[in-house]
């Protein structure tokens, strides 16, 4: 990877002037996502807070070719996008070599969307597939989605009385990739700039479809300060709640290994969301939060042999 | 050149023909084999089509919607169950003013899950904003195709072309089909103004539109669709001057000098020729409008032909369940209103739901009832149905 | 931007020329400002690479300010900082 100087003299893809949050990780994914392509690039988007957010008529922050149709169909949309390429590139009506990424969020990847994803990935299209995930659904307010962790107070699972917020444990979104037999699949988080946009070269660059899981925190959702959208994400790392690491052609290799496991409260206790887990009675939520982490570093750590 | 082909099989001829850059399609009764044949094409290496073959419908026409904003032209087949879970993006597809063509093959919709022929599916994505035409036989189905793609592309909207399911998707006829080249001559190369592969040209296609600009978007789809019917038009005058075959927005059987008169579309227009004939060698003065283009609807044109017709039928093959009748009634009926035609009797029949059979006698028992009505000047059930057990 | 236009005047379908949200000014959003300092500033690009508002100004591989017009205030530049440098600092925004 260029350093980032040589990469801050590249013309900048992603304008100000969007309608994002202040401190939003959607922004910030989608701007390191941009200074990392290589080549030009289309985007499909689906419909989600990156897209409302970022193209309201007549304003759009996107200085590249970007299409949204609807929620759940990112992956079948930009696979529609790559067949065209090939189509006409095929009777020498486009000779320029281009990238397709197509970005949803967890809602239009995880839930709703995922049947289209898996289809695509099946097939096989040259295509980078970004999930945007921020662990709830933020556009229209705050609910629950299968990446949602657990104990998380969200809109549509609150914690109250008798909740502690959400019972069911996130489900792996990126296992499911690597069980497409796809040649890449990554996970890391915005918070690691210089993990993150290598990740994005390396699977622009395999000749078929591939897919990056990137943890995006959200001031909004989790319940923080601005400032501190990206020490959210080097917390869940160091806590090991959300594990960096790539697949490539079925190899697993850890990406980062923090210097000392810390526990996941401290991934926790700044966000609004798990506050209630720190109420008195509340322990054994937090407990098998703990567990559940381990058991998956531990698979992790397994699965790239170190 | 004459060959004999089932409406499927006619309707995926005209698509090799016409080579489209996309197919993403998803197989599903009765238009399974349109994609079928179209597979073996790609195959074969008879046309250069990057062939998707999707995981549903709705991935479908997303990838049609996709590749078609990508600047190619693109092609689709369906049907039923598969238009109804394309439903969302029909819709899209047309705001995006996309000139997406599908091969659609009419059946009915679940539930009871059915597999055969009726026009309900068609008929409940009438207002997504696509262009609709109906195919009498295999004939009409292939030389509609060909034009949709015209239709589309100078429109700036999306086409479906129906057949009525396994009653013309799998029945054999003889057809007139035009050569390769010449096809190719008529639909010519596909040149999009604008396309997101043009990457020296960025731009954003789908942005959210809020009250300050939805409004004037739709208000400019309307009027691409009220300006689609010129198009049509024109489109079918080449197609009839370079392989003589005439189309309009309907086809008038007989109908000019005719007292009582039965709409429809469809299959169900042939069996009402033979019905029409018949009572003509009788000196009754019985006529048919069979309606090709349902999308736009030719309100004007339909309402200046019944002018002369005393006591008119509409044949519909769907129902509505909520609606005061079936579809096509409630249509030229309220054209007839707004023309302030009200002398015109009229009387709606839904028939044929699920693929059930319309006969001849039963045809003629409708024109029957507009004899009578003629006589009476009385209408006594404005909604019918026929060939249902009571 | 100004002039709304009318449905005959607007592109066919829902066509937007790129980039035209740096028209749109967001500056106006911010409850703090982040103050640059060139000379503490170790050009590490550290800021620039984590801005979500694209604010943080760059030229000829330097960087030199922070765009106001689009900065929304949130203070990951400052936060983010190396703090040998604390080269932008936080300031209660002027209304």
Sequence with gaps: ?306 | MKTIKTGNEAMAEAMRQINPDVVAAYPITPATEIVMIFSQFVADGLVDTEYIAVESEHSAMSACIGASAAGARVMTSTSSQGLALMYEMLYIAAGLRLPIVIAEVNRALSSPINIHGDHSDTMGARDSGWIQLFSENSQEAYDNIIQAVKIAETAKLPVMVTTDGFIISHCTEVIEMVSDDEVKKFVGAYKPARFLLDIKNPYTLGAIDLQDYYFEHKRQEAEAMRNAGKIILDVAADFDKKFGRKYEFFEKYKLDDAEIAVVCMGSASGTTKVVVDELRSKGIKAGLLKLRVFRPFPYNEIIKELSSVNALAVLDRSDTFSAYSGPLFTEITSSLYTSLNSKLLTLNYIYGLGGRDISTEQIKSVFDDLAKISQTKKVENLINYIGVRE | ?95
């Design chain 3, 1 to 95: 931007m100004d002039k709304k236009l009318g449905w005959k005047e607007l592109p066919e379908g829902d066509i937007l020329e790129a980039g035209t949200a740096k028209n749109f000014k967001t500056g106006d959003w911010r409850s703090s400002r982040p103050v640059y300092n060139p000379e503490k500033c170790i050009q590490c690009f550290i800021c620039w690479i984590n801005c979500p508002d694209s604010s943080i100004i760059v030229k000829d591989g330097k960087v030199v300010g922070i765009d106001y017009e689009h900065c929304k205030g949130c203070g990951i530049c400052a936060k983010e900082c190396p703090p040998k440098a604390s080269a932008i600092t936080m300031e209660a925004e002027k209304k």
């Design chain 1, 1 to 306: 990877m260029a350093n980032l100087k040589e990469l801050s003299k590249k013309e900048e893809l992603f304008t100000g002037g969007h309608r994002l949050c202040s401190g939003c990780g959607a922004g910030i994914v989608a701007r390191q996502v941009l200074i990392a392509c290589e080549k030009p690039v289309v985007i499909a988007n689906a419909t989600g807070c990156l897209e409302v957010a970022t193209t309201i008529f007549p304003y759009t922050a996107w200085k590249v070719p970007w299409f949204h149709s609807a929620f759940e169909n990112a992956a079948a949309t930009i696979a529609g996008i790559e067949a065209a390429y090939n189509a006409l590139k095929k009777k020498g009506k486009i000779t320029e070599e281009i990238n397709f990424i197509a970005f949803g969020g967890d809602g239009g990847t995880y839930d709703i969307g995922l049947q289209a994803l898996s289809g695509a990935m099946e097939r096989g299209h040259r295509i980078l597939y970004i999930c945007y995930n921020n662990e709830a659904y933020m556009n229209t307010g705050i609910q629950r989605s299968s990446a949602t962790p657990k104990g998380a107070n969200t809109t549509t699972a609150p914690s109250g009385k008798r909740s502690t917020g959400k019972i069911q444990a996130r489900k792996d979104l990126t296992a499911i990739m690597v069980a497409h037999n796809i040649p890449y699949v990554a996970q890391t988080t915005l918070s690691f700039h210089n993990d993150l946009i290598p990740k994005v070269q390396k699977a622009l660059a395999v000749d078929g479809p591939s897919f990056m899981n990137i943890l995006q925190p959200c001031r909004l959702g989790w319940g923080y300060p601005p400032e501190d959208t990206i020490r959210m994400g080097r917390l869940a790392a160091d806590t090991c709640i959300w594990p960096i690491y790539e697949v490539e052609n079925g190899l697993y290799k850890l990406n980062y290994k923090p210097k000392e496991k810390n526990p996941v409260t401290e991934w926790l206790k700044p966000q609004n969301r798990f506050k209630h887990l720190f109420s008195p009675g509340n322990e054994e939520i937090i407990k098998q939060l703990q567990e559940d982490v381990d058991k998956n570093w531990e698979k992790i750590l397994s699965n790239c042999n170190t």
